[in-house]
């Protein structure tokens, strides 16, 4: 059984800076893409990041290039997204996520073709 857990969330100024980690057990972390997605309050879950199997091809929303960054540590079994420059408007609880298959392509920006998530870390970015 895939179990991911999310930590590194808390409250921060605008401006500031998080680090966010999931850690993956359960089966061969290394052989999946993985991604990052975020759900505010009364919104729908959106894509933040993805990152392809081995870390060599990353994928982000048009809302947090340049600010965010994706990486993965395959020895460790563990992901991360560092955040910087964060606004208010970041302010979601954010989940790690996997799929049961490999999946490229457009595929990697829905939810819909995740299968496994953590149970998410709050970001609460204040102004």
């Known amino acids: 059984q895939v179990q991911l857990v999310e930590s590194g969330g808390g409250l921060v100024q605008a401006g500031g800076s998080l680090r966010l980690s999931c850690s993956a057990s359960?089966?061969?972390?290394?052989?999946?893409?993985m991604g990052w997605f975020r759900q505010a309050p009364g919104k729908e879950r959106e894509f933040v990041a993805a990152i392809s199997w081995g870390g060599g091809t990353t994928y982000y929303a048009d809302s947090v290039k340049g600010r965010f960054t994706i990486s993965r540590d395959n020895a460790k079994n563990t992901l991360y997204l560092e955040m910087n420059s964060l606004k208010p408007e970041d302010t979601a609880v954010y989940y790690c996520a996997t799929s049961r298959r490999t999946i490229y392509g457009s595929a990697l920006y829905s939810h819909m073709e995740y299968d496994y998530w953590g149970q998410g870390t709050q970001v609460t970015v204040s102004s």
């Open positions: 359960g089966r061969p972390f290394s052989s999946y893409n």
